[in-house]
């Protein structure tokens, strides 16, 4: 770490030889910085645009979605896919410069050890030999001492002299360094008192520089927001960023007043300057970006109405699809209806027997087949009657049952074996039996009657 700080110290000292003083060597490394990290700076500038872009949909998300936090931020981050915007990239590259920031505090707060390259043990001994002399008088921790032994190097020679002796060897690195600047010792740390040492230029400039930074900063922060919100229409679309960003316009004035009165001044100079360049480059990017803004938005409201068109069309497939499966229900249950009401329907009259509804069958017809005509089984081939002579049965000739006859003794002789009538195939019905099948068990039971006189 000593030694990339060291490199930057270095390269502050180049810059402070270049330019001849201490707070333009300050104002020139500031302006390097800013156009070296332009670049990122306009990437982060794009980014935020991006994201001021899509509040509105955010916030309609928001109010979608609210209290289901997960669904949320789901469709957030499928926004965020579908935009191509990266939410961290406008944050990211704000931060570039705090590195740089904290870099620059050491250095101005420890000139000997980063930009003269002294050891620990050289600066303290230069610390001791200052204090010796009891001429001057040092304050705060060591690191600060060290800075104003920096400061009293310049234009005391009784101290030049000491630190020389002190350091030895290493008296060739020593440089001498103008601190002051408009009257001003940039070496020193503003004090709120001002008035303690008496009133001067020199303890109310110093006392000023917090203040004027801490204005500058501020009006920075506000045309950075001015500048990030293209679309007017779209103002305080997010209620959480507008509450963030009042609450920083709130904190910042109070944080820059807190650093300038406890960082050398040198340091106060970098951030008034640094918010200045700062602004400047947010109007260029804010120029270079204004076209491009024009035609994301363009692109992004002529995705949304496709995207709404392809969601009607869905709906309208849906919709389609609903009717035509409910008219098909519809003709099914007609179907079925139709096929209960069938089911249902009263038994034909020919089919009745009695109380029994359906005893000749269900599918009973009485027309089904012809009436075949009588033909004398006993006789020969006679001349069958003609098929009008034969009456027709309308209704079904019930047999009388037989009386079973009682076991007949052994001495008995067998009674002649009565001739056994036709038999009726199982699914011929009564009423469907031919008129020989009839005679032949009239003559059937005529037998059986004589068997029983008999007896």
């Known amino acids: 770490m000593t030694a990339i700080l060291q490199v930057f110290g270095t390269f502050l000292l180049w810059l402070y030889k270049f330019c001849g003083n201490y707070a333009l060597a300050l104002i020139v490394f500031t ?38 936090k997960a669904k949320y931020n789901e469709e957030v981050q499928k926004l965020y896919q579908r935009e ?37 043990k050289q600066i303290t001994a230069a610390i001791d030999a200052v204090k010796a002399l009891g001429t001057y008088t040092l304050s705060g ?9 920096s400061g009293l190097m310049y234009g005391h020679s009784d101290v030049l002299a000491a630190v020389q002796n002190a350091v030895g060897s290493a008296a060739d690195k ?8 408009l009257g001003l010792d940039l070496s020193q740390i503003p004090k709120l008192k ?8 020199a303890s109310v400039g110093l006392f000023l520089i917090p203040i004027v930074v801490t204005v500058l900063n501020v009006g920075y922060s506000k045309l950075s927001q001015r500048t990030n919100n293209f679309n007017k229409n779209q103002k305080n679309s997010n209620p959480t960023a507008d509450q963030t960003n009042k609450i920083m316009m709130f904190v910042m004035p109070i944080m820059y007043l807190w650093f300038g009165y ?34 994301m938005e363009a692109a992004r409201q002529k995705r949304i109405e496709e995207e709404k068109e392809r969601e009607r069309q869905h709906k309208a497939e849906i919709a389609a699809r609903r009717a035509a499966e409910a008219e098909e229900r519809k003709k099914n249950a007609g179907k079925h209806k139709s096929g209960q009401k069938q089911k249902k329907a009263p038994a034909p009259k020919e089919s009745r027997v009695g109380m029994r509804t359906y005893a000749r069958g269900r599918a009973y017809d009485p027309d089904r087949y012809t009436v075949t005509p009588y033909r004398d089984p006993n006789g020969g081939a006679e001349e069958a009657l003609p098929e009008e002579t034969l009456p027709e049965a309308e209704t079904p000739v019930e047999t009388v049952p037989a009386v079973e006859a009682p076991a007949a ?16 195939p199982e699914d011929q019905s009564e009423s469907e039996k031919t008129a020989d099948q009839l005679f032949a068990e009239i003559n059937a039971e005529a037998a059986s009657q004589e068997d029983d006189k008999d007896e």
């Open 31 to 68: 302006l390097l910085t800013k156009v070296v990290l332009f670049p990122l700076s306009y990437k982060g500038k794009k980014g935020m645009m991006q994201m001021n872009t899509m509040q509105g949909e955010m916030a309609r998300l928001q109010k979608q979605y609210g209290n289901n």
């Open 84 to 120: 191509g915007v990266n939410p961290m990239s406008g944050c990211l590259w704000s931060f570039l410069p705090l590195p740089i920031l904290m870099a620059l505090y050491y250095i101005i707060r420890r000139p000997m050890l980063y930009m003269m390259c002294l050891t620990e």
């Open 141 to 149: 921790n060591a690191a600060y001492q060290e800075m104003q032994i």
């Open 174 to 181: 020593l440089e001498i360094i103008n601190f002051n600047w």
């Open 194 to 201: 001002f008035w303690e040492n008496g009133i001067s230029w």
């Open 262 to 295: 406890i960082m050398p001044a040198g340091m106060c100079v970098y951030m008034a300057f640094n918010a200045i360049f700062m602004a400047i480059q947010e109007l260029i990017c804010a120029r270079m970006l204004r076209g491009k803004y024009a035609e």
């Open 409 to 424: 003794p052994e001495a008995v002789s067998e009674p002649a074996a009565v001739e056994e009538p036709a038999a009726v």
